[in-house]
Structure formats: structure tokens, C-alpha cells
């Protein structure tokens, strides 16, 4: 089956710190979005990125679909940023968003 | 404000007794899709609706089932709730089969 794999699982970051969190996954990919889960459980939208880089504030992310592969980039990393970073992707046609299994990012004071 | 609302959004009940979390979004969005999240597991499809009256089995379905009567409107349905189904739920919805999808606030769960 159609694998997505983020690393590294685990990050620990001080506050102001910059980071790069990884996604390959294994198949052309129709959609790539990435996501963070807050404390809450809230899954918040950051990025919808086929292809191509977006920014948006602190956070950017770069996708090469041809070579399977999505960043996210973090800078200045705040406190507000720790919680679950997944990445997911539609690679069917039946629309399903195939998730990794998330990032665990804690940023410290 | 465009959103998907999930409704009730935590809930305690019993083996056996039906319980409906209802979805609803305001984004004329043609496709819409169930998810659970359990630790170790990651999210999971239940079931996916291209749109009205067009529904589907995703990964998950077994106990649950699901209708799309309206446009705006998915419901989730256990018709009988064991324990093995807590979890945290969230619905989806997007434009098309290939679009961004924007999930609801997750209902969690629990049954005893």
C-alpha cells in the first residue's frame, strides 16, 4: 500500500529555534497538505501544497512531487507551535487523505 | 465563517444505545469524509461521500453508517456502540475528490 512517512517522530526545540520537519511518501500524489494538531485535538490546516513552496508567517513548506517529497520549515519556533505535525496525501481517486503517522514537536521556554 | 461543525463534540454513553454525531458544512463542498483517530493507529477513513446520495466504505466502516441527504449535511451513525468504537472522530469536507480538505473540531468519544 501507499506508504507516508514523516521524521524525525519526535523534536524538542528551545523557544527561537528553527527546524525542518520531513515527508516522504511512496506514490504520485494528487494533494499534499500538512497539519497541526493542537493540545485540543483541533486539527488546523497549514498548508495545501501539491507542488511548489508556500509561506505563511514563520512556518513555509516545499513539495517535489517528482521526487516524492514534502518540508515543512518552523523558524523561530514559539511555545504556541509544540503539538503533532502530519502530513497527508490524496493519491487515489476515491479522495481519501492518507495520513503520516505525525511529528511530535515540543518547543521549551 | 466557512467551517465544518461536528456536533456533540465529547460524549459518554453505553454499550448498545444508538447515538448520531451529526457534520454539517457551509462551503457548498461536494465531497465529505469520516475519520478516527486512535493512539498508535493514526486517522483512519470510516466512510466518504463524493455527493448527495453517493456514499462509501473507507477503511473503518464496520458499526458504523452514514447518509447524505443534503448537500451540507454527512451524519455519522452507530447504531450500536461498543467500547471498541471510543475514540476521537472528525469529520471532512472539500470541494472535489483532489481538493484541500478542512476538518471539524473532532468529537471525542467514549463508550462504556
Known amino acids: 500500500g501507499i506508504q507516508v512517512e514523516q521524521s524525525p517522530p519526535d523534536l524538542i526545540l528551545q523557544e527561537g529555534a528553527n527546524s525542518t520537519l520531513r515527508c516522504n511518501f511512496s506514490?504520485?500524489?494528487?494533494?499534499l497538505q500538512w497539519f497541526h494538531q493542537n493540545p485540543w485535538g483541533q486539527l488546523i490546516n497549514l498548508f495545501y501544497i501539491p507542488s511548489g513552496t508556500k509561506q505563511n508567517g514563520r512556518l513555509s513548506a516545499t513539495t517535489v512531487a517528482t521526487e516524492r517529497y514534502s518540508l515543512l520549515y518552523i523558524s523561530s519556533s514559539q511555545t504556541t507551535d509544540s503539538g503533532v505535525y502530519f502530513c497527508?496525501?490524496?493519491?487515489?481517486?476515491?479522495?481519501?487523505?492518507?495520513f503520516g503517522a505525525g511529528t511530535q514537536v515540543v518547543v521549551t521556554p | 465563517e466557512a467551517q465544518v461543525t461536528q456536533n456533540p463534540r465529547y460524549l459518554i454513553t453505553v454499550t448498545g444505545k444508538k447515538l448520531t454525531v451529526t457534520c454539517s458544512q457551509n462551503?457548498?463542498?461536494?465531497?465529505m469524509s469520516w475519520y478516527r483517530q486512535d493512539p498508535g493507529l493514526g486517522l483512519r477513513q470510516i466512510y466518504y461521500s463524493m455527493n448527495v446520495e453517493v456514499t462509501d466504505k473507507g477503511d473503518v466502516p464496520e458499526g458504523y453508517k452514514v447518509s447524505r441527504k443534503e448537500k451540507r449535511n454527512f451524519p455519522l451513525i452507530l447504531e450500536s456502540p461498543s467500547p471498541n468504537q471510543t475514540s476521537l472522530y472528525f469529520c471532512?469536507?472539500?470541494?472535489?475528490?483532489?481538493?484541500?480538505?478542512?476538518f471539524g473540531e473532532g468529537s471525542r468519544l467514549t463508550v462504556l
Open positions: 462551503m457548498n463542498h461536494e465531497y
Open positions: 506514490d504520485s500524489v494528487n494533494n
Open positions: 497527508a496525501g490524496r493519491f487515489d481517486s476515491w479522495g481519501k487523505l492518507q
Open positions: 471532512a469536507s472539500s470541494l472535489s475528490r483532489s481538493g484541500e480538505l478542512f
